[in-house]
């Protein structure tokens, strides 16, 4: 078989003198960006910040959702997206129902039971209306996928992303109300995890993590970022005094050991449909799916240990 020679792109018109942005300056100049825009609505008031992280994870399903039909699935993104947020809002609205009534603060019974049965009602209902959606639409033209496959992804989205983010609201409060140092903190030690395992990976790093997975992960890496992420949450007692070193220094633990956990989940789905980032929301930085990708295992976790220890 003969071979012809491939046509070649024309290449992109530059502006004379004009020189592009490097990757590297694209990733700091809206990495600064990002930040400003997290610390500012976690910092101003409990609506900016469930305004911000609502919008956030809706953005994160709605990616998980593209790289699921770049799998071939159909996943009914806008009915997702649309529960996505109900669960969110029904979470922090459940919470601070709880707080209030904590507080012997008068509570209408009959609001704190309404909001209860909505978010019940949806989650019972939604496998009925996604399986609704499918016959409908079926029979889809040119797609192998069985249509209760759809459905499944349309669930798993919602358990893998929506559903952890929404248990913020409850790293949010504390035993009174809404506090932004909270989520500060999280923050400062998941930032603590990153940089201490891209630090100590680069320094020292020889010892594959999971080469099939991330190549790039490497056990000194990690080990890095668990020392680091131990410091912080000793360091955290000027932030948050209230709390005991024993208590930090758990939360630590569990950032720097389900961080990472996260992170190579993420890196698994994106080489099973053979995508380099999530999204292209934040240029150089890829997707919100990829910037919060270690809040899906850590969250969980963290609320459960509140919990258990409240």
Request: with cysteine; proline share 6%; glycine share 10%.
């Amino acid at each position: 078989m003969s071979e012809t020679a491939a046509p070649t792109a024309s290449p992109e018109p530059t502006v004379p003198g004009k020189k592009p942005m490097s990757n590297l300056a694209q990733r700091i100049i809206f990495g600064v960006i990002g930040a400003a825009m997290l610390l500012f609505c976690v910092w101003y008031s409990v609506w900016t910040f469930a305004v911000f992280f609502g919008l956030v994870q809706m953005r994160m399903l709605w990616e998980f959702y593209r790289m699921m039909r770049v799998a071939g699935y159909k996943p009914a993104a806008l009915l997702g997206g649309g529960i996505s947020v109900l669960i969110f809002a029904g979470v922090l609205g459940l919470t601070v129902f709880a707080r209030l009534a904590e507080e012997a603060v008068p509570v209408a019974a009959a609001d704190f039971h309404l909001a209860g049965s909505i978010l019940i009602g949806i989650i019972i209902l939604l496998p009925v209306l996604l399986l609704a959606r499918e016959m409908y639409a079926w029979p889809r033209i040119n797609q192998q996928i069985n249509p209760f496959a759809n459905v499944g992804i349309n669930l798993l989205g919602l358990l893998y992303v929506s559903l952890p983010m929404s248990f913020l609201s409850l790293i949010a409060y504390g035993p009174t109300s809404y506090d932004y140092r909270r989520i500060l903190a999280l923050l400062l030690l998941v930032w603590s995890s990153d940089i201490g395992a891209y630090a100590a990976g680069k320094t020292f790093g020889k010892h594959k993590l999971a080469p099939k997975i991330s190549p790039g992960k490497t056990w000194e890496g990690a080990l890095g970022g668990f020392l680091l992420t131990l410091g912080m949450g000793w360091a955290l007692g000027y932030l948050l005094p209230e709390l005991s070193i024993t208590y930090r220094l758990v939360v630590a633990g569990v950032v720097a050991v389900f961080g990472p956990l996260g992170d190579l989940a993420e890196s698994m789905l994106k080489r099973s449909v053979n995508v380099k980032d999530s999204g292209r929301i934040m240029p150089g930085h890829g997707g919100l799916l990829d910037r919060f990708d270690a809040f899906l295992f850590i969250l969980p976790v963290l609320a459960l240990l509140q919990l258990v220890t409240k």
